[in-house]
Structure formats: C-alpha cells, structure tokens
C-alpha cells in the first residue's frame, strides 16, 4: 500500500485538495447500509473491534451524552477516542483524542490513504462511511483505551455499528429523517434499538410506551439488559447555578448529591444520567470511579452550539434544534432557565424537516423573528417560513444572510432581551465562525 507522510504544518493546498476530495462523496447521499464499511474495515483489519467502545443512539441528545461519557472517562484517567457528527466549524471536530481534534496532517494522510484503498478495492463508499473508517483507524493507530462512538443515523445500518460495544446509550426516540428511519415511532425505536448487542448492556430514556416496548423486545431477544432512567437508575434537577445547573444521581446503592453540570436544560439532566449509568456500569472492566472523578468529568464537559451562551446584555444563545422534539427541548429551557423581556429568533431551517411543526413551537415563544437561509442545498427560503408565520402576528425580519441577521437582530434587542441563534446546526456554525471574529456586545 502506497505510504503518505506531511509535516505537522500541512500546507494548504495539499489540506484543501484531501478535504475537497473528502467532500466530494456528499454527492453520493446518505446510503444506509453495512456492506461497504464493512468491506473497506475488513481491508484494514478490523480496527474497530480492537478498541472497547460505548455506542450512543438517539434521536436528540447523543452528542451530549457523547460529550458527557467522553469527559468522564478521561477523567478516570484513560485516553478516550471521540466520533460525533456533524461538526460546527471544521471537520476534524469530528475525530478527536483527549478532546483534542484530529491535526491536519494526521487527517489529510487518512484521507489519502483510505481513498487509496477506496479506489483499489472499487468500494462505493458515502461521505459518513469514510469518515467513520478514518475515525475507527485513527483509534486504533494512536491506541486509545476506550472510545465514544456517536451513531450518524438510526443504529441498525448506521456504519458506526460495527464496532466492538461493551455498553449502548438510547438517549431519546422522536420524529425525524422520516424518509430513511420511518414514519412511526415504533419502526425508529427498531432502528435505534438495534445498536443492542447480544448479551450487552444497555441505557435509555424513553418516554413512548409503543417506543419502549420495541427496545425492550430487542433487548429480550439479544438476552441483553435494559437500564431505563427513572426506573432503574434517576437524575434529577436541583438548582440552576450562574455556571449551569445541579443534579441529583442514584444508581443502586451508588448516590451523588447536587452535581455540577455545565450543560443546561432539563433534557442535559437527563443526559448526564445515562452518561453517568453508562460508566459506572463499567467499573468491573478496570475503569476506576468515584464521586470526584464523576463530578470532575461532567463538570468539564464541553459541548458547543448547545444551548451555548455566547454573550450578556442582551443574553445570546445557540442552539442546534432541528426537529420538534428539539425546539421544545430548547423553548422551555429558554423559559426556564433565563429572564427576559424579549425572545428574539434567528431561524434557518432545513426543508426536509416538519416545518409547521417546529414554527409552531417557536412561536410560543418568540416574539420577533429573523428568518435566514444557511448555505446549505437542503437550506429552506425564509420567504417561505415568513409564509408559515403570516398569522402570528409578531415582527417578521427576513434577512437570508446569517451575519446581517445577527446585526440587525443586535440592533434591535434591548439589554433585557434574548437572542436565540437556531434551527440547525448549520444554521449555528455560520453564526458561531461570524461572532467568534465580530462578537456581540
């Protein structure tokens, strides 16, 4: 196999030629399936079954659970390997090691060397299955002791589902990517549930009664055990604190009292939980834990474009909701969580999502709205979402550019007010690369 080796400094040219090369399979779509992951991992060794790994599935929720699980078992003292996706602003964010990305170098020797093969072996592989091999090779090369694998859609033929599981987090089950998962809840509980591992542990939260009953079915028949949140293990809130919120913990015999979690909204309480379950359930495979170990891994997480506050006076917030179950998650924390005068919302939505649906919940609570259209193809006009929001009788400001938006938006909140930047992550990573060079005051 032919060898590629850069310098630390990658030159730009050779960076931007991998990542184009890299970006050129999105043209491709999403294609669920095992097959070619399968047979390009298989090329490689396997690296994906030398390294033990908790797999994350859900519909809202996985990459703070994923943020959560990762910072506490670095906590412990081991070194952690970290898939999640999307990213917000580059593409290593989604490979990292000990929280630290993928370097350019390291990344564009994968690219190069993993298209090789792709190339040879004639595999036509998407966009999400190659980064899902680069990040398992990436891994295992640098011989992480555990890993976090966030699933990229569904579980059963999700590409990430072929790694070696010793614990599975079904962090929630909603409505949505209807299109490829299905049209009822019970058909996405099936997909989800199916990252189960004969024999293997798993952690959820459902809420559903026909959703429940799927996962607990699958689990019954991969004789597996299932750890439901709020039966067999609890999180509460307790307080709100300037630096996020407190948590109560229990599991078994196991209690913590008034946790730290940087993280807020009820929906992070839930997730700290089954970070929590999920790692203490580990405990018999060498991973030592004690309250200030577990305290010292959530109240060090990190997790940008999540309900994230960016600045004061007037408070804005991001945060990635991008499907019903999300903009409520993120309506009531905003009422919960924060005092204000004024909600003030910059929107972009994708077009594949239930529009009417999600307007419906953010109008409730907004009360002047700035619709804008990230650059994405499946980006909806906002003139379209002005047309959905014609009878709420509230400001309509339809700015398609995100930067103006966020202007005109701070021109016209008071000190008291909020501004929420959301709708999709994209939506907040072009918002997040423009304040990170013209913040708000």
């Not at 196999?1 to 890299?22: C, G």
């Not at 699933?151 to 059963?156: F, K, L």
């Amino acid at each position: 196999m032919q060898e590629f080796r850069f310098a630390d400094k990658m030159s730009v040219p050779i960076l931007e030629k991998a990542l184009d090369d890299l970006y050129d399979l999105t043209t491709r779509g999403i294609k669920l399936g095992l097959d070619n992951t399968s047979h390009l991992l298989d090329h490689f060794g396997n690296p994906q079954l030398a390294i033990p790994t908790i797999h994350i599935a859900g519909t809202n929720g996985k990459g703070s659970t994923a943020a959560f699980t990762e910072s506490i078992l670095r906590a412990s003292g081991k070194k952690v390997g970290l898939y999640t996706s999307p990213h917000l602003l580059n593409f290593n964010e989604r490979i990292q090691i000990n929280r630290s990305p993928i370097s350019d170098s390291e990344l564009t020797e994968l690219i190069f060397r993993v298209k090789e093969t792709v190339e040879r072996l004639k595999i036509p592989v998407t966009f999400f299955e190659f980064s899902t091999v680069m990040a398992f090779l990436h891994f295992f090369e640098n011989k992480t002791d555990w890993n976090v694998i966030e699933v990229g859609m569904g579980g059963r033929l999700d590409a990430t589902n072929l790694c070696k599981v010793d614990a599975s987090i079904i962090t929630s089950i909603g409505m949505d990517h209807t299109q490829y998962l299905g049209t009822n809840l019970e058909r996405i509980a099936y997909e989800k549930a199916c990252i189960i591992k004969d024999f293997g542990t798993v952690f959820a939260h459902i809420e559903n009664k026909g959703a429940l009953d799927v996962v607990k079915r699958v689990a019954r028949e991969r004789s597996a055990k299932l750890k439901l949140l709020g039966k067999d293990f609890k999180a509460e809130f307790k307080t709100v604190t300037p630096q996020g919120q407190t948590i109560d913990f229990s599991f078994g015999d196991f209690h913590m009292k008034e946790v730290d979690v940087p993280l807020i909204g009820r929906h992070q309480v839930s997730n700290a939980g089954l970070a929590l379950a999920a790692c203490l359930e580990l405990r018999s495979k060498g991973i030592r834990l004690n309250p200030s170990i577990l305290q010292k891994g959530l109240e060090s997480t990190q997790w940008e474009g999540r309900m994230e506050v960016i600045s004061r006076k007037p408070t804005v917030v991001m945060d990635s909701a991008h499907n019903p179950d999300g903009v409520r998650s993120l309506t009531q924390t905003l009422r919960e969580y924060f005092t204000f005068e004024r909600c003030l919302l910059v929107i972009g939505l994708m077009e594949d999502k239930p529009i009417d649906e999600m307007l419906k919940i953010f109008a409730q609570t907004g009360d002047h709205f700035f619709l804008v259209k990230p650059n994405q193809p499946r980006a909806l006009d906002p003139n379209i979402l002005a047309k959905r929001l014609s009878d709420i009788q509230k400001p309509i400001d339809i700015i398609p550019d995100i930067p103006y938006a966020l202007e005109s938006a701070k021109k016209s909140a008071n000190p008291n007010d909020l501004i929420c930047i959301t709708g999709s992550i994209y939506t907040v990573s072009e918002a997040k690369q423009f304040l990170e060079n013209d913040p708000v005051a």
